[in-house]
């Protein structure tokens, strides 16, 4: 098999050989001429190939390393805001039922405080309307008085005095 291989390797070697026209092939020649190029180019080129790929490689390697950080960070940041953006959600719905609870007392407090205003101007009132009463009784009583004292003819009893004030009063 292996002997297959050589030949189906050095056929075309064999086939495209020049004759220089006295019979004498020159393929040996010049296929030892090549090999001595490919063994030079290998020699001079080889070594700065393997670095220029290995250093291509180490660059790629590098800036997949770089975005496989970068993804993870914002990965990170990711989570981190979502943790953020649940806790502002759980602190808006506390705070809006504190606002309502708030909202609820102030406006009992409103309500109380109207009450005891109307509690008071209601007292205000009833004690204001009591003392006009008295202030027009005692307007009543000195202007009855003041026309029994005044006219001399005048002679009353009690029970006229009275019924005179209690027609005035009422």
Do not use: C, W
């Not at 700065?48 to 993870?72: A, G, M, V």
């Amino acid at each position: 098999m292996r002997k297959l291989n050589y030949i189906v390797l050095l056929l075309p070697l064999y086939a495209f050989s020049a004759s220089n026209g006295n019979g004498e092939y020159d393929i040996v020649s010049r296929t030892i001429n090549f090999l001595i190029f490919i063994a030079i180019l290998y020699y001079f080129a080889a070594t700065p190939f393997k670095n220029f790929y290995k250093n291509r490689i180490l660059k790629i390697s590098f800036k997949l390393d770089e975005i496989q950080k970068k993804l993870l960070e914002s990965k990170a940041k990711k989570l981190d805001t979502m943790k953020k953006l649940e806790e502002a959600k759980a602190n808006s719905a506390a705070a809006l039922v504190t606002a309502k609870k708030e909202a609820e007392i102030l406006v009992q407090n409103i309500k109380k405080e109207t009450q005891d205003e109307l509690d008071l101007l209601q007292k205000h009132f009833e004690d204001q309307k009591n003392y006009e009463l008295r202030k027009m009784e005692k307007e009543l009583v000195s202007d009855v008085l003041k026309e029994i004292f005044i006219d001399p003819n005048m002679t009353l009893k009690q029970n006229e005095i009275i019924e005179l004030m209690m027609k005035k009063v009422s």
